[in-house]
C-alpha cells in the first residue's frame, strides 16, 4: 500500500540514513563548504527516496533550480548574488547559483542520493523551456516578490504557502 506522507522534522531519527549514506554514496565533494555526507538535507532526501523504492516508485520530482533560477536565494543574502533584485539582463555567465556554486553542489546531492537508493531524479524547474520563460519575464515581474511566478500560480490554485519564508530541506541531526 502506498503511504499518504511521512512527515519529517528534527524529531525524527535519521540514524538509518546517516549510516546508509556512509556505506552507499561516494564522498562527493560540493563547491561550497560542505560535502554530501554533511549536508542534512541529504537525510532527509534519503529517507524520501528509500519510501519512494519501497513503494515501487523509480522517480522524484526535485524542486532543485528553483531557488537557483527563479529565487536566486533572494531570502538568504549570503547565498543570493543578486541580492534579492534580478538585474535588467542577467549576466549568463556570470549566474554562478545556476551554473556552478549552489546549483553544481545540489545537483550532486540529487543525483549521488537518489542514485543510491536507485531512484532517478527528474528537474523540472531546469527545463530550458521553463528557464527560458522566466528569463523572457519583465524584470518588474521576477522582482515583484520572492519566487513571483511559482507565488502567482500558488495564490490563483489556492494552495497554501509560507510566502516570503525560505525552508530548505534539511533535518537536524
Given at each position: 500500500?502506498?503511504?499518504?506522507?511521512?512527515?519529517?522534522?528534527?524529531?525524527?531519527?535519521?540514524a538509518e540514513?546517516?549510516?546508509?549514506?556512509?556505506?552507499n554514496v561516494e564522498p562527493f565533494r560540493y563547491k561550497i563548504n560542505?560535502?554530501?555526507?554533511?549536508?542534512?538535507?541529504s537525510l532527509a532526501l534519503s529517507r524520501i527516496c528509500k519510501m519512494a523504492k519501497s513503494e515501487s516508485r523509480k522517480v522524484y520530482l526535485s524542486g532543485q533550480g528553483g531557488d537557483e533560477v527563479i529565487g536566486d536565494y533572494a531570502l538568504k543574502p549570503h547565498q543570493s548574488q543578486f541580492k534579492g533584485k534580478f538585474p535588467k539582463k542577467i549576466p549568463l555567465k556570470l549566474w554562478k547559483n545556476f551554473y556552478d556554486g549552489y546549483q553544481y553542489s545540489y545537483l550532486g546531492k540529487e543525483e549521488y542520493v537518489?542514485?543510491?537508493?536507485c531512484v532517478?531524479?527528474?528537474?523540472?524547474?531546469?527545463?530550458?523551456?521553463?528557464?527560458?520563460?522566466?528569463?523572457?519575464?519583465?524584470?518588474e515581474l521576477k522582482n515583484k516578490h520572492y519566487k513571483a511566478p511559482?507565488?502567482?500560480?500558488?495564490?490563483?490554485?489556492?494552495?497554501?504557502?509560507?510566502?516570503?519564508?525560505k525552508i530548505g530541506l534539511s533535518v537536524k541531526v
Open positions: 500500500m502506498l503511504s499518504e506522507y511521512e512527515y519529517l522534522d528534527e524529531s525524527t531519527d535519521f540514513e546517516k549510516d546508509w549514506l556512509n556505506k560542505q560535502t554530501v555526507h554533511t549536508d542534512s538535507a537518489a542514485g543510491s537508493h532517478e531524479t527528474r528537474y523540472p524547474f531546469l527545463d530550458k523551456q521553463v528557464v527560458q520563460e522566466f528569463l523572457w519575464l519583465a524584470v511559482i507565488r502567482e500560480y500558488l495564490l490563483r490554485n489556492n494552495f497554501p504557502n509560507l510566502f516570503d519564508k
